[in-house]
């Protein structure tokens, strides 16, 4: 496969070799180029017609973004019993730029299925239903016990196997789920798979030949990454705005089948490779003061050990 990265802004085209090579007024990389940082990665492949999509959604059930979390009495976890829970919102964003897609008919090759995933407690079953009444097909849920919980691989290698079963050909994800911020599970996802990936999407448009051109904003600029199908996508807070479901859509959701499996089924080992020791709340922040001129905030930053 060749790879060809462009750096606009400082000149300078990364060939496949590593070797660069200054760009001028001539070539027609270089033009119409602003002062804004840009990176491109193209991944060059044949023109043909794009697949049919089939899209996994992996979604989490968190507790809701509104709600302070706290420490239980024992420090070992953060109390989840009778605290409000709801999908996590990148996961939304997920949900929602596939059903874009299928309507808007951006995919040359259409959408053939909209799969929703979760794996947790059996009262995730509600988000499935949300991901549904948004405009999933189907869901999918392996049961786990209250507290029960995988780590990032697990959840990766869980979703390897969904994959492989379900034949999906693109997995939109969040970038991170809001309880462990680990954002780890979209990468090692593509790495067991072997996949194309593009992290923290803002933007994705689907070219012939099964080419996903995807945008994500970075310091100074944005990165344009082109991959082949099958690929991963992470999804960031710009990519769109979620959708509220109808009383309608949720009404239809409650028809839509909704699978029910576990791990032993999937032939997936949950243990932990990570043990908590402690979890604790940090201590509370100490109020400011007030100088009244310079000499008295040398002072006190001298009192500080700061200077």
């Known amino acids: ?11 300078l085209v990364w060939g496949s070799l590593g070797r660069a090579k200054p ?13 804004s940082t840009t990176t491109n990665v193209l991944f060059n492949a044949p023109t043909t017609n794009m697949s049919a999509l089939r899209i996994l959604v992996p979604v989490k059930r968190v507790i809701d973004y509104a709600v302070k979390p706290r420490v239980n009495k024992a420090q070992t976890a953060i109390e989840t019993n009778g605290v409000k829970h709801s999908m996590n919102p990148f996961d939304e964003l997920s949900i929602e730029e596939s059903v874009r897609i299928r309507e808007k008919k951006s995919a040359p090759g259409g959408v053939e299925e909209i799969l929703a995933f979760s794996a947790g407690p059996t009262k995730s079953q509600d988000i499935l239903r ?10 999918l849920l392996v049961e786990m016990k209250d507290g029960e919980e995988l780590e990032p691989l697990g959840v ?38 072997g996949w194309s990936q593009a992290t923290q999407a803002s933007k994705v448009v689907f070219k012939d030949g099964d080419i996903v051109e995807v945008t994500k904003e970075v310091d100074g600029g944005t990165d344009v990454v082109r991959g082949k199908l099958p ?43 990570l043990k908590t020791l402690k979890v604790i709340e940090p201590p509370p922040r100490q109020g400011g003061g007030k100088v009244d001129d310079v000499d008295g905030m040398i002072s006190k930053l001298k009192e500080l050990g700061a200077l």
């Open 156 to 193: 990766a290698k869980l979703l390897q196997k969904v994959v492989e079963k379900e034949k999906s050909n693109l997995v939109f994800l969040g970038k991170q789920s809001i309880d462990d911020d680990a954002g780890q599970t979209g990468q090692m996802l593509a790495g067991l798979l």
């Open 23 to 35: 760009v001028g007024p001539s070539s027609s990389r270089a033009s119409n180029c602003d002062s």
């Open 130 to 139: 949300t991901a549904m009444a948004m405009g999933a097909d189907r869901s």
């Open 1 to 11: 496969m060749h790879v060809t990265l462009i750096y606009r802004g400082s000149g």
């Open 231 to 273: 690929m991963v996508i992470t999804t960031d807070l710009r990519l769109n705005e979620p959708r509220y479901a109808s009383l309608q859509s949720i009404m239809k959701a409650k028809k839509k089948k909704l699978e029910k499996s576990t791990l032993g089924d999937w032939g997936v080992d949950g243990t932990k490779r």
